[in-house]
């Protein structure tokens, strides 16, 4: 009997070792710091992460806006272009690329299954989810005040939105309430993760470009230098590749037909998402791809058609 005890605990350890070495390095390491963030539960949910996200962004907005571009690159300080910039850069630097290398992980972790439950995956899988869907809940509402405290007018005491911030206000609450309710329910967190992914991916180019086209409008130190026209160019070109591939060709099948379709028609028996809230995600999808379409026929109208007729034979030369 003593030998068998002394064996079931070598075995014992050594499978727990084995589990423990299965867990990939990027989510021990993410999961060490989901694990120091304080707890914060609000309807049932832990919102610690979000909210030391959202100090995070904060921060490094301030950074961005006051040392980068108003110190070392002399943008006008209150300027718009500038607060603009500052938060396309944030969302571009230090949101998407860590975002997009965690969801990249954990879809390819495991067999894609949009509809599924969370309990059906390993609690380091489950953890290092919940870890991500709490990021990006805080960048959207850190996104989203961030654009009522830039339209805050001081000498009146309002709010004056531009023209597409409604737009983007809708976007990230509709984000917001995606993530939530896919904790809240314990299920569909598949689908949530590809929106993210596929949504994100493209924002390092695309939010670069835009931040370089707000550079052209103001007086600032480099503004005439060629790099700088190199860089712009190069940015365009990028953020309207990338942009038409993803919107236009990658994402209508992947969420708008094969998401979709797996939240609709292959939802668990057992604790699946409820069907209104189903049919709700997929609205919210198909909003999503096709509020994609002004930028995509501005992109390939603009870009890529030029590019790709600068390259081909004309007609005087056939």
């Not at 309807?43 to 806006?65: C, E, N, P, T, Y």
């Not at 004056?160 to 896919?182: C, G, K, Q, R």
Request: proline share 5%; glycine share 6%.
């Amino acid at each position: 009997p003593k030998l068998e005890k002394i064996y079931t605990s070598i075995m014992f350890s050594r499978n727990k070792k084995q589990h423990d070495d299965k867990v990939p390095f990027l989510a021990r390491a993410t999961l060490a710091l989901y694990s120091f963030s304080p707890k914060v539960t609000i309807f049932g949910l832990d919102f610690g992460f979000s909210l030391l996200s959202m100090a995070f962004f904060v921060v490094m907005r301030l950074v961005m806006k006051q040392f980068v571009l108003n110190n070392l690159l002399k943008w006008p300080l209150d300027a718009a272009e500038t607060n603009f910039s500052a938060a396309c850069l944030v969302g571009g630097i230090f949101h998407t690329p860590f975002l997009c290398l965690m969801l990249g992980m954990l879809l390819t972790s495991r067999p894609f299954r949009p509809a599924a439950r969370f309990d059906e995956y390993p609690p380091w899988w489950q953890d290092t989810c919940h870890a991500m869907l709490q990021l990006c809940t805080g960048y959207m509402i850190y996104d989203f005040s961030v654009i009522l405290w830039d339209r805050y007018h001081e000498k009146n005491g309002t709010i004056v939105l531009n023209e597409s911030d409604p737009l983007y206000m809708a976007h990230h609450f509709m984000t917001s309430f995606y993530m939530i309710s896919v904790r809240l329910v314990g299920a569909g967190q598949g689908s949530a993760l590809i929106c993210m992914f596929l949504g994100e991916i493209t924002n390092p180019f695309f939010n670069t470009y835009l931040a370089l086209e707000n550079a052209t409008k103001i007086t600032w130190c480099c503004q005439s230098a060629a790099w700088f026209t190199t860089l712009h160019q190069s940015m365009e070109f990028c953020s309207a590749a990338s942009y038409v591939l993803v919107r236009a060709l990658i994402a209508p099948f992947v969420l708008g037909v094969h998401t979709c379709g797996n939240l609709l028609l292959r939802n668990p028996t057992t604790g699946g998402t409820p069907l209104w809230l189903r049919l709700l995600y997929c609205l919210m999808i198909w909003a999503v791809l096709l509020g994609s379409g002004s930028w995509i026929e501005k992109f390939w109208l603009e870009v890529l058609s030029p590019f790709w007729n600068q390259f081909s034979p004309n007609e005087a030369e056939l």
